[in-house]
C-alpha cells in the first residue's frame, strides 16, 4: 500500500499502478476509510484511491488495510484537487463523494467540493459508462449538487423513480458520517451518474 504523490510539473507517481492500464476507482474525502476498504475488498482487481486530509480517517483507512490485508489501495493524505488536475482522461471508472463537507453558509459554498469545475473533472476522468457517486444529508448541498452535475452534457443522472435517491445499492456499503446523519434525523440522498459514451449523444 503505497501514497500517490501529484509533482509540481503535475505528473503523477502512482507506484506501480498505470492509469492507462489498470482499473481504477477514487474516492474522495473517505473519512474513517469503511467504504473504501469495502469496495477494495470486494473488488480485488480494481486499485481504489482515497484522498483525504484528516489523519485519524488515514490512520482508520489504513487500520482496515492492515487487518484486510489489502494490497490494492493507494492513499493520498491531502487535498484531492491536485490529483483531479493531474490525471490523464478516461483514467478513472468510479468516482465517490460521500457526505462531503456540506459548508452550509452562503459565503463558504465556494468552498464545497462538488461543483461546477469538479464536475467538469469527474466527467473528463470518468471511462464512457464510468459511474460518479454522490451523497449528501443536507438538503441544500443535494440542490447544489444536481444544479452542478445534472445539467452536464456528458452525465447522465441515473434514478428512474424516488427509491433510487433515497436509497443505497447493495454494493455501497454506508459510512460512519451516514449513521450519524441518521441518528440525527437527517435523511440522506444518494445520487448516481453514468458517463455517456464518447462521440454519441447517449
Ligand atoms: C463529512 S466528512 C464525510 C467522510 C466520509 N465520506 C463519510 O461519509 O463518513 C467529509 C470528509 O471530506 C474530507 N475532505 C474535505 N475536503 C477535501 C478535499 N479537498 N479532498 C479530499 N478530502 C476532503 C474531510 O476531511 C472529511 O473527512
Known amino acids: 500500500m503505497l501514497r500517490p504523490v501529484v509533482a509540481a510539473d503535475g505528473t503523477v507517481d502512482l507506484k506501480g499502478v498505470e492509469p492507462a492500464r489498470d482499473r481504477l476507482w477514487l474516492e474522495v474525502g473517505f473519512g474513517g476509510g469503511e467504504h473504501l476498504a469495502w469496495q477494495a475488498e470486494h473488488h480485488p482487481d480494481v486499485t481504489v484511491i482515497g484522498a483525504e486530509p484528516f489523519l485519524n480517517g488515514v490512520a482508520s483507512l489504513l487500520a482496515h488495510v492492515d487487518d484486510s490485508g489489502l494490497g490494492n489501495v493507494r492513499i493520498i493524505d491531502g487535498d484531492v484537487r491536485p490529483l483531479l488536475d493531474a490525471l490523464p482522461p478516461t483514467s478513472l471508472e468510479r468516482i465517490f463523494v460521500l457526505f462531503p463537507d456540506p459548508w452550509p453558509k452562503a459565503r463558504h459554498h465556494k468552498r464545497r467540493i462538488v461543483n461546477h469545475w469538479s464536475a467538469n473533472r469527474f466527467a473528463d476522468l470518468l471511462v464512457d459508462g464510468g459511474e460518479l457517486r454522490l451523497a449528501t444529508d443536507i438538503m441544500d448541498y443535494a440542490r447544489w449538487m444536481m ?23 447493495r454494493d455501497w456499503p454506508g459510512t460512519r458520517y451516514e449513521a450519524k446523519a441518521i441518528e440525527a434525523g437527517r435523511t440522506p440522498v444518494f445520487l448516481t451518474f453514468r458517463r455517456k459514451a464518447r462521440g454519441t449523444s447517449q
Not at 452534457?153 to 443505497?168: F, K, N, Q
Open 147 to 169: 444544479a452542478a452535475v445534472w445539467p452536464h452534457p456528458d452525465l447522465t443522472w441515473t434514478a428512474r423513480r424516488p427509491g433510487d435517491w433515497r436509497s443505497r445499492t
